[in-house]
């Protein structure tokens, strides 16, 4: 699976990105389907993700009530909608897939397959 992510840019606080993660060479079917980010200095961390059919939703508490997935099966996409943006936001975002399970969503080392990145800028 070879996985496409768009949609980072700069914005100032407050502002809204939609990020998308779309797969080539394959489905999400059966994968989990996760965001990360990893701002400069930073370790990779988790935002958010969810099992492609069936399962919970998961977010980080930092982005909970802010950040939204959203699932397009016919694209075979997984959308990130961010609202009320802060600086603190500020990182390259990775999408990731994996037969991570409930437990596992938030280590990176459940994924097997990543995107390239795309970078989110938050100004204050």
């Known amino acids: 699976v070879q996985l496409q992510a768009s949609g980072g840019g700069l914005v100032h606080a407050g502002g809204s990105l939609k990020l998308s993660c779309a797969a080539s060479g394959g489905t999400f079917s059966g994968y989990t389907v996760s965001w990360f980010r990893q701002a400069p200095g930073k370790e990779r961390e988790f935002v958010a993700g969810?099992?492609?059919?069936?399962?919970?939703?998961y977010y980080a508490d930092s982005v909970k009530g802010r950040f939204t997935l959203s699932k397009d099966g016919a694209k075979n996409t997984l959308n990130l909608q961010m609202d009320n943006l802060e600086p603190e936001d500020t990182a390259v975002y990775y999408c990731?897939?994996?037969?991570?399970?409930?437990?596992?969503?938030?280590?990176?080392?459940?994924?097997?397959?990543w995107g390239q990145g795309t970078q989110v800028t938050v100004s204050s």
């Open positions: 969810r099992r492609w059919v069936g399962g919970g939703e």
């Open positions: 990731a897939v994996g037969r991570a399970i409930a437990s596992t969503t938030s280590r990176a080392n459940a994924y097997n397959y």
